[in-house]
C-alpha cells in the first residue's frame, strides 16, 4: 500500500516536497514512479526512480525543476518540486513498478493521489 502526502496551494515559483509512503518493504528491484492527472486528461509520468541504483528518469518538462528521491531506511518515496507553474497543478499518484515506464499501465500498486494547485 502507498500513502501520498503533501499536496497543496502554492504560487507560481515555489516549492513543494510530495512524500510517498510505503506500507512494506519496497524491493530494490522495484521502481517507483510519479504520475500526475488534471481532471479529463490522461495520467501522465512525471518521473521514476530504480529503488536499489537510485537511477532517475523525468519528463522533459520537469527536467531541472522536480528531483525525484528515496530513503531506503524509511521506505519512502519523495518528489522535490521547484520554480512550480500553473501547468504542475494536478493531483499527484506514486506507483510501484518494476521497469521505468512512462505509461501508468505497468505499474501494479498505486497510491491515492495527492492536489497540487499552483496559482498564476
Known amino acids: 500500500q502507498l500513502q501520498a502526502s503533501g499536496g497543496g496551494l502554492v504560487q507560481a515559483g515555489a516549492s513543494l516536497t510530495l512524500s510517498c509512503a510505503a506500507s512494506?518493504?519496497?524491493?530494490?528491484?522495484?521502481?517507483m514512479a510519479w504520475f500526475r492527472q488534471d481532471p479529463g486528461k490522461e495520467r501522465e509520468f512525471v518521473g521514476a526512480?530504480?529503488?536499489?541504483?537510485?537511477?532517475?528518469y523525468y519528463r522533459d518538462s520537469v527536467k531541472g525543476r522536480f528531483a525525484i528521491s528515496r530513503s531506503t531506511a524509511k521506505n519512502t518515496l519523495y518528489l522535490q518540486m521547484n520554480s512550480l507553474k500553473p501547468e504542475d497543478t494536478a493531483t499527484y499518484y506514486c506507483?510501484?513498478?518494476?521497469?521505468?515506464?512512462?505509461?501508468?499501465?505497468?505499474?501494479?500498486?498505486w497510491g491515492q493521489g495527492t492536489l497540487v494547485t499552483v496559482s498564476s
Open positions: 512494506g518493504r519496497i524491493y530494490s528491484s522495484s521502481v
Open positions: 506507483a510501484r513498478g518494476t521497469s521505468p515506464d512512462s505509461k501508468p499501465g505497468p505499474y501494479f500498486t
Open positions: 526512480i530504480r529503488w536499489g541504483v537510485g537511477n532517475t
